[in-house]
């Protein structure tokens, strides 16, 4: 909390002032507090929150002055009186997170003006073309050596998504809330893991705000069921898109490229319209992406440049991010949370991408959460008690299991073809451990495990039905 300071006479009145904050330095902290709320809040609430130091006909008259010039909303009246921050002020608030530079605090303060005062920019193909694969490099090479360190999890080549299935849950919770979160969700973490997990919405949440995380859900399990063949292009992008903005959008948009002009809330950044354009620099950011080695310099290209294009009529921050997650994913690196990342913080760091074309604001991000993501999973794996063989041949026990159930074997015909298929598909090593894997599963076999598999509920009855008439396994 703010210490008190001395007493300023102003009119004749008292007034406390805090001893390190100016008045307009406490007006962006009033700002900045509002944005932090994910719900309306009271005058009494925003004074505590707010510490001492704020007196409350100042702030009164604060937020009277700014619902004036629309930065706040107002909600009920007298005593019942709430405010929260309206959405054309985003980007308007100080700089929050610790997490930038001292270069990337200025780049934002530059931005802080008035839209009025800053120049109108639009798509720069200039410094797209600029960017050469493996040339150019918006993470230095010692930042991506870092990055490296502590995002890899196997010391020996294993099949991509291998880490992100073993993740998958955690990775599903923190992924689908965070991204949720910077676009406004209101979900909070127990209610997104809620919603995932059990299918339970939250009581009093906008029908928007649960299909937001549910196709957030849809994606990432996308990402990770397809790691094998998942490769960077236009297509994966715009499946991405439809995936996020599917129920959120009109049909015609989803995963398709836009045919109308949009605007850029709190920025004078203006995006193309012709629908033919956009078309042509969506694919070359995938071929470009595409030929970029390193994994997290590709991850931070897929986010900087379908966040820049805008090529959807909406929902192309969240495409940005699920799509930055493609080459970690794939290379079974710690997937991209964007975990305790402010949501004022994140959308500076990506209008200085728009206004300047300077990546440095979004590149701190990217390596403060990142690392802090890193050392959150390390600890989370080792509470799982993970089963490492399942994971590996997860596509391998799933066809062995489909065939078992669809030519309906039980008995020693069933052993035998686990036997049979374990030796051509899976290393000598690991055989035992996967057969008794794929024995379990049989054994336990129901409809809530048929997901993916292939298998119809018919198919799943008929099998079960002579496995129990034969007493089998």
Sequence with gaps: MLQNGPIYAKNGRKEEIGPKMNSEEKRQALIH???????????????????????????????????????????????????????????????????????????IQSLQRPQVERDPVTYSDRWFESYKPNVTHYIPLNLRQ???????????????GTYANQIFNRLLID?????????????????TERLLLEGTSAAGKLDEETTMILNHKEAIRHLVETAPKLEVSKEIICRLHHLLSDGLLEARYSGKVRDHAVRVTSSTYIPFEDPKQLQIRLQHIAEKAALIVDPYEQSLFLLIHISYLQAFSDVNKRTARLAANIPLIKNNL????????????????????????????????????YMRTCAVYAITIKAMGFDEIRVRYRAERRAILRDIITFRLIGQEMREHVVRLSMKLVKEE?????????LEDLKEMDQSRIAGLGVSIDELNGWIHLRDEHKEP
């Excluded at 005058?43 to 009277?64: D, H, M, N, P």
């Excluded at 305790?340 to 979004?362: R, T, W």
């Design 175 to 191: 992924l689908s809330y965070n991204s949720s979160r910077l676009e406004g969700n209101t979900y909070s973490l127990l209610d």
């Design 334 to 369: 710690v997937p991209l949370s964007f975990n305790e990342i402010e949501k004022n913080d994140y959308i500076s760091a990506v209008i200085a991408i728009y206004e300047l074309q300077d990546v440095g604001p979004l590149l701190d991000l990217y390596l403060f959460s």
């Design 33 to 107: 507090q509002l944005s932090q709320e994910s719900q309306p809040i009271g005058l009494q609430e925003i004074l505590e929150k707010l510490g001492e130091g704020f007196a409350e006909r100042t702030v009164r008259r604060w937020l009277s002055q700014m619902i004036q010039d629309g930065l706040v909303e107002v909600y009920g009246t007298k005593r019942a009186t709430k405010y929260t921050l309206a959405k054309q002020a985003e980007g308007r608030t100080v700089i929050s997170n610790s997490c930038f530079t001292s270069k990337s605090k200025k780049v």
């Design 146 to 160: 870092k990055l490296y360190v502590a995002g890899k999890r196997f010391q020996q080549e294993e099949p991509a």
């Design 430 to 438: 690991d055989r035992k451990a996967f057969e008794e894997d794929v």
